[in-house]
């Protein structure tokens, strides 16, 4: 029998409230010691400047490491690439996962930052804490202030977050080649501080041309390619810092074999037509999903997959060598970190962490009846403020940098989105997004288009009333999660004034 008008509304309430009930239910009899506290959570977080200066130092120092992370036994133990679809192990190597690291001081005494990609599809802050842990306790880099790890979003790299197993609610995250992960990377990063020289900084921006697509109404994205250089004085060290906001899933949803994807193929173009050069990759605002421009033909299997990522690639590390007008960047680095707490409204998230799925730090209040997961924002400024960096834990939608929101009667759920946009806050020149950046929360979504099937909300996606999908909204952790990170970062410029 088919339910009509209020008979439905009631039934849906009910499946909904059974759900969350459940969910409520494990929560709130689990043990403690499947939760954590901010102290614990928080230890290895380096908060960086307190106040920001505007003393500079004579001159930039810095250096680049590097460690490759992809395992030996690819062949003989079950590695689940991440990405895609779950149950799908490799079966090769196409090109390696790597750590690179760089390390930043401007000789002003304050101490060393630290900016370091994984090619990954994301990591947690749990394991970047781990990764700090191992670097700080090393104490083989003095006076260091920050340390940010990003991943990459590669989509063809071993899974790092769990979610991507044999089956649903089965970890696909392989323990043993995250602890590989996590002591080489800490390698790199402090290779990065022993191979380190002095020098100069510079930094160029090209907006690109028929390179990106929005696959999410509105159709925006930042379509700035950004390039830090550093120069040591006596040519041997050439270090760059690629910012360019674009999923990294090109290979497609049928590849076996373990791949950075295009970001490689950049890097590798890049070290090739530059003396003495080392490059990594920080993604940016990819949320939406802001991909390459042909991926439709990648969804469909209508194109040579492979080609297709090695060409986008070697496009971009083009456009990177063909950025010859720079400006120089005075000897300046600020930075500063804050924890936040985010209230997890998806239920499926919280018992894929309490069924050992992943990873997250995360605590619980009884008294609301909410799980919460502990994360962080940051601000990083370059120079006489010539360049600032939005540290941000996920996969940020692009309108909550640039303000280009769906109107009330565009949005899905019919309402106007009111935010102080990352781009108008602080005062840097140039501005961009360094996306899944010490933690991984999915996507980060405007409240206004924050729209939930009513009945399997987070579990089915929901399709609003121009009958558009709302796939983002299953892997994200809530509609409240993009206003407490940019009041987060709000409150962090402020403070530093």
């Given at each position: ?233 006596d040519g041997t060290k050439n270090i760059h810092i690629i910012n360019f906001a674009s999923h990294a899933e090109l290979l497609g949803s049928c ?190 979504i405007p409240d206004n288009d924050f729209f939930l099937d009513s009945k399997m909300p987070y579990i089915e996606k929901g399709k609003d009333r ?32």
């Amino acid at each position: 029998m088919e339910l009509k008008g209020d008979e439905r509304m009631n039934t849906d309430k009910i499946v909904r409230s059974s759900l969350l009930g459940l969910s409520k239910t494990i929560i709130f009899s689990m043990p403690e010691k499947n939760f954590t506290t901010s102290e614990k959570a928080n230890k290895y977080m380096l908060k960086g400047d307190n106040k920001f200066s505007t003393q500079k130092g004579e001159h930039f120092t810095c250096g680049f490491g590097k460690a490759v992370l992809t395992p030996d036994d690819v062949k003989t133990r079950k590695y689940y690439i991440a990405g895609y679809d779950s149950n799908n192990p490799a079966q090769g190597v196409l090109d390696d996962m790597y750590a690179r690291a760089v390390y930043i001081d401007d000789n002003t005494g304050r101490g060393g930052v630290i900016m370091c990609s994984v090619d990954a599809v994301g990591i947690s802050r749990k394991d970047i804490n781990r990764i700090r842990k191992l670097v700080i306790e090393s104490k083989k880099i003095p006076s260091l202030k920050s340390i940010n790890i990003c991943a990459t979003h590669s989509h063809s790299a071993i899974d790092t977050q769990g979610l991507w197993g044999e089956k649903l609610f089965k970890c696909g995250r392989d323990e043993e080649f995250m602890k590989h992960l996590r002591k080489l990377t800490a390698k790199a990063i402090i290779e990065a501080y022993e191979n380190r020289a002095d020098g100069k900084m510079f930094y160029s921006v090209k907006k690109t041309e028929d390179l990106q697509f929005d696959c999410r109404t509105p159709d925006t994205f930042d379509s700035n390619f950004t390039k830090i250089r550093f120069e040591s004085f006596d040519g041997t060290k050439n270090i760059h810092i690629i910012n360019f906001a674009s999923h990294a899933e090109l290979l497609g949803s049928c590849t076996k074999n373990i791949s950075a994807d295009f970001p490689a193929y950049m890097i590798k173009e890049i070290e090739r037509n530059n003396d003495n050069c080392d490059a990594l990759f920080i993604n940016g605002a990819i949320g939406g999903m802001i991909s390459a421009k042909e991926i439709k033909k990648v969804y469909r299997e209508t194109i040579d997959c492979e080609a297709y990522t090695k060409e986008f690639g070697k496009t971009l590390g083009e456009l990177s060598n063909s950025l010859t007008d720079e400006t120089e960047i005075a000897p300046l680095i600020n930075v500063k970190s804050s924890p936040v707490s985010i209230s997890a409204a998806n239920y499926v998230l919280i018992l894929a962490r309490l069924l050992g799925v992943l990873n997250n730090d995360i605590s619980r209040d009884r008294k609301k009846g909410v799980a919460s997961i502990y994360s962080e924002v940051g601000y990083l400024e370059l120079g006489e403020k010539e360049i600032g960096m939005f540290l941000i834990p996920g996969e940020l939608f692009p309108e909550l940098f640039n303000g280009e929101f769906l109107s009330d009667k565009e949005s899905g759920n019919e309402t106007k989105a009111r935010y102080n946009i990352l781009s108008e806050q602080g005062n840097a020149k140039h501005k961009f997004v360094v996306g899944l950046c010490n933690d991984e929360l999915g996507y980060i979504i405007p409240d206004n288009d924050f729209f939930l099937d009513s009945k399997m909300p987070y579990i089915e996606k929901g399709k609003d009333r121009f009958d558009r999908d709302h796939y983002e909204e299953t892997n994200s952790t809530g509609p409240e999660t993009a206003r407490t990170l940019l009041e987060a970062i709000e409150k962090i410029i402020k403070s530093t004034e």
